[in-house]
Structures are given as structure tokens and as C-alpha cells.
């Protein structure tokens, strides 16, 4: 990793204070910090490169600070952004554990701090205690669960609900705001950037969404049947 280490990235359209979306169980993060203080803890420099797309690599990182952003590269070379991960989060498992060619960047939108864990070591975290096991299980499934409720709003929701529902996901009381381009929220919903700029229009005439300098703040959530989408998901 010394290679991928020196390496930084400015992230399309960088700014700071992007919320997270996912977080790993308390009980998970509890667990790694308490119980295995072996585990190399990383400092990040804003723009810094976690890992990159098409490396091999079995590293496995745990976000306890900051902001990351998740992008993929398109055939044309051009890099967007596809998720955001803050404290807590668990990212780079995939390619850990398959071996195969990461299929992402990750680079911090801010100064940060991961755990990163070789793959064999995690395995055996995961041999050696059941509730530290059934929490990584836990965490993938929320990913999954999450992913498949994204694709359902893609096909089924209106720009509207998926930029509300978006929001509530990825603000919580402690962070109520979120500074992301319009392009950004586009890639992170599946819609192009003018639709974003409009559903944007008529959400902030709605009273939905406030903006302040590129701040977005959910005021009132979607209403229940516009969340009907992502209710089946989680009932699932």
C-alpha cells in the first residue's frame, strides 16, 4: 500500500462536510478498538487515496473519522461519485475478500482516520467471536438492503422522493446538513444533473429542502406513500 499511500486525488466538485451514509453496529466498532489494539489505525490527509480501482489489494478499512468518498472511473476516463462513508463505516471489504480488482476509489473528502485490517486477520476476528461475526454479517446485509432499495427508487420513484429519501439517509440530527453539487446528487440517485436541478427547484418551493451556499437540509420528510418504495425494501 506504500504506492497507493502517496498517491492523492481531488474528488470531482471537492467540498467538506459531506454526511455519511452507513454505519457499522456499535457493537462491531466497540469491538475492534477495545479488543484488538493491534490493529493499525491510519491517518488521512484530505485528498488522499485509500485504494484505487483496478488494484489488488486485501485490505480492509474502517472508518473512525471523517469523510470518504466512493467513486468509480467511467470508460472515458471521467470519475464520479457513487457514495459517501463517514465514521463507522466498514469500505473495501469486496475486493479483500474475492481478490479481484477493486472496483472503486476511495478517497477522503476530509482529514480522517481508518482501522485497516489485512482480510486474514478480519477472518479470524470473525472465527474467534460469534456476536463480532454476526455484526459483519449485519453490515453487509444493510449494504445490500440499501443498494436494492436505491435501484427500486430508480425505476419506480420520482426525482423528488429519491433526492428526500437521499437526504434522510445520509444527514442525521448531529449532522442536519449536506454540501454536495447538483451533478453529485445526480450520480448518487441515477438521474442526470438538469432533473436534479429541477426536482431541486420544486422541493425548496415545497419547503421540502432548504439550500444555503450548496448546504441541503431536509425540512420534511417524503410523506408515506411517496416512501412506499423503500418501506417494501426494508420489509423485505
Not at 6 to 35: F, G, H, I, K, N
Not at 139 to 163: F, G, M, N, Y
Not at 203 to 216: D, I, N, P, T
Amino acid at each position: 500500500m506504500a504506492q497507493t499511500d502517496a498517491q492523492s486525488r481531488r474528488l470531482p466538485d471537492d467540498r467538506p462536510e459531506v454526511s455519511e451514509t452507513l454505519r457499522v453496529p456499535a457493537v462491531m466498532m466497540t469491538y475492534l478498538l477495545e479488543t484488538t489494539p493491534a490493529l493499525m489505525r491510519r491517518k488521512v490527509a484530505k485528498g488522499q487515496v485509500l485504494y484505487s480501482q483496478g488494484e489488488l489489494s486485501n485490505q480492509v478499512f474502517v472508518v473512525l473519522s471523517g469523510r470518504i468518498g466512493i467513486t468509480m472511473l467511467r470508460a472515458d476516463g471521467q470519475e464520479f461519485l457513487i457514495d459517501i462513508v463517514g465514521a463507522g463505516a466498514l469500505c473495501g471489504e469486496g475486493a479483500a475478500f474475492d481478490g479481484l480488482p477493486r472496483f472503486s476509489n476511495a478517497t477522503a473528502m476530509e482529514a480522517a482516520e481508518v482501522l485497516v485490517i489485512p482480510a486474514p486477520d478480519f477472518c479470524t476476528l470473525i472465527a474467534s467471536d460469534a456476536k463480532f461475526a454476526t455484526s459483519v454479517v449485519h453490515t453487509i446485509a444493510l449494504k445490500q438492503r440499501t443498494l436494492a432499495c436505491r435501484l427500486a427508487q430508480v425505476t419506480q420513484s420520482s426525482p423528488e422522493v429519491r433526492i428526500t429519501e437521499l437526504l434522510s439517509q445520509i444527514t442525521s440530527p448531529e449532522s442536519p446538513t449536506i454540501v454536495l453539487t447538483h451533478q453529485q446528487i445526480a450520480n448518487l440517485i441515477g438521474a442526470s444533473r438538469i432533473t436534479v436541478t429541477r426536482a431541486m427547484q420544486r422541493l425548496r418551493r415545497a419547503g421540502q429542502v432548504q439550500c444555503r451556499r450548496g448546504h441541503y437540509r431536509l425540512v420534511r420528510a417524503p410523506p408515506a406513500a411517496a416512501r412506499g418504495v423503500s418501506d417494501a425494501v426494508a420489509g423485505a
